[in-house]
C-alpha cells in the first residue's frame, strides 16, 4: 500500500521520514538503527546480505526486489538500478508534476536511505587482491543512490556512516519521524564528501598503474586531528591524512607521552622521520626549523646522539630528535639534560621511558614498525591556486656511478664520509652545505641565497677545533672555486658535489692545487 504523498502546497521545513532503505556494506549498528527505525513506524526496505541481517534479528522488511517490480541480476551488480527508487528519492515533494507523475506510475516515496559502499580501499591494500577482485568492489549502484538523496535532501535524507546512526534516531525520536533541514544539508555534505572519497581512490587506483603523471591530479583527505594553532597562533590548523595512502606522517605511530603534536612539531616530525629512514647502521638526526643541526651514526642510540648533539648544541635546544634504534636507560639519562620538543624511535626501554617521562613537555613518539611499506609516493607542494607535483627525491648515493674529478682519489675513510654527507645534504635546505668527519656532521649551512654564504656558515658553525681531514657535500655545483676554497682553507680534504657547472674546471684546479679529492655525483638535491 503507497504511503500518503506530501501536499504540493508544503515547502518542508522538515523531512518526515516514513520509508527507509537500507543497503550497506559496513553493518556495524546496522540492526540497531532498523529496529530504532522501525519502532517509530518507518517501512524498512533492503537489499541482498543487508535484508538477511535485518530479517535474521526478526525485523520486518520488504525486499528491493518488491519494491521495484525487478530482480536482482548479475550476481549482484544490478539491484537498486531502477527508476521506481529513483524516481521516490528524486521527486521534489512541492512540485505537482513530480507529485502526479508519482500518483500516475504508482511510485512510492522514499525518505530516508542508508547506504555505505563496496570495500574498495580495503580491498586494494590486500597484498593478494587480483584486478578482478579490485573492479569487483567498485559500487554502482550505492554511490547512485547516495547522489540522489543528497541532491534531494529538501526531501530524502542520506545516511552513510554508522557513526550517525545514534544522532539521527535521536532526532528522529525527538521530533516525531522527522528530520530538520539542517540536519538533512549537514548529512548531505557529508555524503558528496563521502562518494567523492571514493571515486577518488578509484581513479587514483587506475592512474597508478601508469608511471606517468595522470592529467588530473585526484586526491582526498581525510581529516586526523584538529591542531591547537598553526605556524603562529593566529592561524588555525588541522591534520589531514591522505586517503588512500600506504603510509602517512603518524601512520604506524604510538604517543608514549606529553600533548598534542602542534601544527611546527608535526613539519619537523615529518623532516626527521624520513631522514633517519634513510641510514641502516644506528642513527640519530636532531631537527630545527625543518633542517637537519646534527647527525650522526654511532655502536648505539647514545653515541650517535652524543655525536649528532655536538654539531651544534644551541640549535638542538627545543628539537625534535629521532633515533632508529631502540633508546636505553644511559641514552635516555642524557637525553633528559637537554630540552627535547618530540623524541622519536623504533622502542623504549622501561626504565627509560621512566626517565623522560619526567619531563611533562616532551612528546614521545614511538614507530610500532606497523606502517605499510610501498614505493614511494608522490612529492606534493601546495601553491598559489595548484599543485607542483613531482618523484620524491629517495636518491642514496651510489658511489659506483660518481667520477672522481680530481687527480687525488678520496681515501676510504674518506669515501665513507662523503657518502654519510651526501645522505644528510639531501634533507638540507638549499642551497646546503654539509661538513662531516667520522660519519657525523662536524657544520651545517643552510637555506642561503649564495652557496658560498652557506659554506662560511657551516665552516663558523663548526664546534670542532680543526676541520682538518672533514669532508663536504654539496647539494648543487659550485659556480666558482671560492666555495671550496673556504672549505680548503679550514682543513677539508674532500669534497661531493653534482659537477656541471661550466666553471667546473676552475673549482677542479682549486682542488687539485690544494691536493683534496673532487667527487662529482652527477646528481642534484635542491630541497626548496
Excluded at 559502499?117 to 547512485?144: K, Q
Excluded at 588555525?236 to 603534536?261: I, N
Excluded at 606497523?370 to 648515493?397: F, I, N, W
Aim: aromatic fraction near 6%; proline fraction near 5%.
Amino acid at each position: 500500500m503507497l504511503a500518503p504523498i506530501a501536499d504540493t502546497a508544503d515547502i518542508r521545513s522538515t523531512t518526515t521520514v516514513r520509508r527507509a532503505l537500507l543497503s550497506v556494506s559496513d553493518k556495524r549498528g546496522i540492526v540497531d538503527f532498523a529496529r530504532g527505525l522501525a519502532d517509530l513506524g518507518i517501512e524498512l526496505v533492503s537489499t541482498g546480505g543487508t535484508a538477511a541481517a535485518l530479517a535474521g534479528a526478526g525485523l520486518d522488511v520488504r525486499s528491493i526486489e518488491d519494491f521495484t517490480g525487478f530482480p536482482e541480476i548479475m550476481d549482484g551488480r544490478v539491484k537498486t538500478l531502477h527508476p521506481r527508487l529513483y524516481a521516490g528519492l528524486l521527486a521534489v515533494r512541492s512540485n505537482p508534476e513530480h507529485v502526479a507523475a508519482l500518483r500516475e506510475h504508482g511510485i512510492e516515496e522514499v525518505d530516508l536511505v542508508c547506504v555505505n559502499l563496496y570495500p574498495f580501499e580495503a580491498t586494494v591494500a590486500r597484498s593478494d587482491a587480483s584486478d578482478a577482485e579490485i573492479v569487483e568492489n567498485i559500487d554502482i549502484g550505492g554511490p547512485t543512490m547516495i547522489r540522489a538523496a543528497a541532491k534531494n535532501h529538501d526531501h530524502a535524507a542520506v545516511v552513510t556512516s554508522p557513526e550517525s546512526y545514534d544522532a539521527i534516531l535521536d532526532e528522529l525520536r525527538a521530533s516525531g519521524g522527522e528530520l530538520s533541514q539542517p540536519t538533512s544539508a549537514s548529512l548531505a555534505a557529508e555524503a558528496f564528501a563521502y562518494t567523492a572519497r571514493y571515486d577518488t581512490a578509484i581513479a587514483r587506483w587506475f592512474a597508478e598503474k601508469s608511471e606517468d603523471f595522470p592529467p588530473l591530479h585526484v586526491r582526498a583527505y581525510e581529516k586526523v586531528a584538529d591542531l591547537r594553532y598553526g605556524e603562529n597562533p593566529h592561524q588555525r590548523a588541522a591534520y589531514y591524512a591522505e586517503v588512500g595512502s600506504s603510509r602517512h606522517l603518524l601512520g604506524g605511530v604510538t604517543q608514549r607521552h606529553g600533548k598534542q603534536l602542534s601544527f611546527n612539531n608535526m613539519l619537523d616530525f615529518d623532516a626527521v622521520r624520513s631522514m633517519v629512514a634513510d641510514f641502516e647502521d644506528p642513527a640519530c638526526v636532531i631537527v630545527k626549523h625543518n633542517n637537519p643541526c646534527g647527525a650522526a651514526l654511532g655502536d648505539g642510540p647514545l653515541q650517535a646522539y652524543e655525536r649528532a648533539f655536538e654539531t651544534d648544541p644551541l640549535s638542538a635546544f627545543g628539537g625534535v630528535i629521532a633515533f632508529n634504534r631502540r633508546v636505553d636507560r644511559a641514552t635516555a639519562e642524557r637525553l633528559s639534560e637537554q630540552f627535547v620538543e618530540v623524541l622519536f624511535a623504533p622502542g623504549y626501554d622501561e626504565d627509560a621511558l621512566e626517565i623522560l617521562m619526567r619531563k611533562p613537555q616532551v612528546r614521545i613518539m614511538q614507530d610500532d614498525g606497523t606502517q605499510a611499506s610501498g614505493p614511494p609516493e608522490l612529492d606534493v607542494k601546495q601553491v598559489m591556486g595548484g599543485l607542483l607535483v613531482q618523484d620524491h627525491d629517495v636518491e642514496q648515493g651510489d658511489r659506483t656511478e660518481m667520477e672522481v674529478a680530481t687527480k687525488r682519489t678520496p681515501t676510504d675513510d674518506e669515501w665513507r664520509d662523503l657518502l654519510f654527507a651526501w645522505q644528510v645534504c639531501k634533507h638540507v635546505r638549499s642551497n646546503a652545505i654539509v661538513l662531516a668527519r667520522d660519519l657525523a656532521t662536524a657544520g651545517i649551512g643552510a637555506g642561503q641565497m649564495s652557496r658560498v654564504d652557506s659554506v662560511r656558515l657551516a665552516v663558523d658553525k663548526s664546534r670542532l677545533e680543526s676541520l682538518q681531514g672533514a669532508v663536504l657535500a654539496s647539494d648543487a655545483f659550485f659556480p666558482f672555486s671560492d666555495g671550496p676554497e673556504i672549505a680548503i682553507g679550514a682543513g677539508v680534504t674532500a669534497i661531493i658535489q653534482p659537477g656541471g657547472s661550466r666553471n667546473d674546471p676552475e673549482v677542479r684546479d682549486a682542488a687539485d692545487a690544494a691536493g683534496i679529492a673532487m667527487v662529482y655525483t652527477s646528481r642534484r638535491h635542491f630541497r626548496h
